[in-house]
């Protein structure tokens, strides 16, 4: 068993080895943002998606051969569960994440991404539950208040939500992108307080989070143009953090779009935020969702659109 638990410790070592390694505005400003092919699109990295599958096929050796405990066995899952999630292979992720649940109940980061499929499949009783049960074991466990938040968001209670999202945000008043996410909220339930809230709050923003660029675009105090340069000159492109950007500035871009009930512009957004596949990344899952929700109203309406490459 001594030499069995060395194993186990080596392989996870090897993981968190190579998973750190790889780890108002127009319709014309909008062409010229996506004109512009390298600001686009960042292009995929083959080396990073090869190693991660390495991992993978070195962890299901592991699980169908080694003599483990539960506990070690539902680690590995829970560790191969994470890499199909940021491989984009959700269904594969969800049953690992499942299995791990099934060998060791009490965890909770596996709850917390079942929780999370659960929401993007506008199951949202299911998915507020998932959470409940994370908080339940762990009431500390940050992220969940931000995923119940969502969870009461897209579902339109938005009191709740404020509360989650509220919660998440006092966790860490440094992060913009929990400023963001107030924000959007308070716009649906106390609309003339929503940007002067989001005025102070950018007070205590850390400048190093890219998010803070958008806080300040959103506030004016930056033009398009800037953003983009600010984009260009934060990270070399065909980039891991060159693609993050990417996918979280056309995310957000396209939520104020949607809110100013543009839906062309936001669809364009959406759709680039989902171009760099950055499958892990909270502004990929919903931009994915946001536009399934839109292209099901749409079809209610009698109006059809075209399915998003890849879904």
């Not at 030499?3 to 993981?15: A, E, G, I």
């Not at 505005?25 to 909008?30: P, V, W, Y």
């Not at 931000?146 to 404020?162: H, I, M």
């Not at 892990?280 to 946001?290: K, P």
């Amino acid at each position: 068993m001594l030499q069995q638990t060395k194993v186990f410790r080596f392989l996870l070592l090897c993981f968190l080895s190579a998973f750190f390694l790889t780890g108002c505005i127009s319709n014309r400003n909008i062409s010229e943002m996506i004109s512009t092919d390298k600001l686009a699109l960042a292009e995929l990295n083959p080396q990073l998606r090869f190693e991660q599958e390495v991992m993978v096929v070195r962890l299901t050796q592991v699980l169908q051969e080694a003599k483990l405990s539960d506990l070690e066995m539902a680690d590995l899952y829970f560790e191969r569960g994470v890499l199909y999630d940021s491989l984009g292979l959700w269904s594969l992720a969800r049953y690992d994440f499942n299995q791990a649940i099934s060998l060791n109940p009490k965890m909770v980061a596996a709850y917390n991404y079942i929780g999370l499929y659960l929401l993007l499949e506008d199951d949202y009783d299911s998915s507020v539950d998932a959470f409940n049960a994370v908080l339940e074991l762990d009431p500390q466990y940050a992220y969940t208040y931000l995923n119940r938040g969502l969870a009461f968001y897209y579902s339109g209670r938005y009191s709740e939500a404020e509360r989650d999202f509220l919660h998440f945000y006092n966790e860490d008043k440094s992060d913009p992108y929990r400023a963001l996410w107030l924000y959007f909220n308070e716009l649906e339930i106390k609309p003339q307080e929503a940007k002067n809230n989001l005025i102070e709050r950018s007070k205590l923003l850390s400048q190093e989070f890219w998010g803070v660029n958008i806080v300040r675009y959103f506030l004016g105090e930056l033009s398009l143009k800037q953003l983009r340069a600010k984009i260009e000159a934060q990270a070399q492109p065909n980039t891991a953090t060159y693609a993050e950007i990417l996918t979280e500035t056309y995310f957000y871009l396209a939520k104020q779009k949607l809110k100013s009930n543009q839906k062309d512009e936001a669809i364009s957004l959406f759709r680039l935020a989902l171009a760099n596949q950055v499958f892990n990344f909270v502004e990929y899952r919903f931009a994915l969702f946001e536009l399934s929700q839109l292209r099901n109203n749409e079809s209610l309406n009698g109006i059809r659109t075209p399915t998003v490459v890849g879904e």
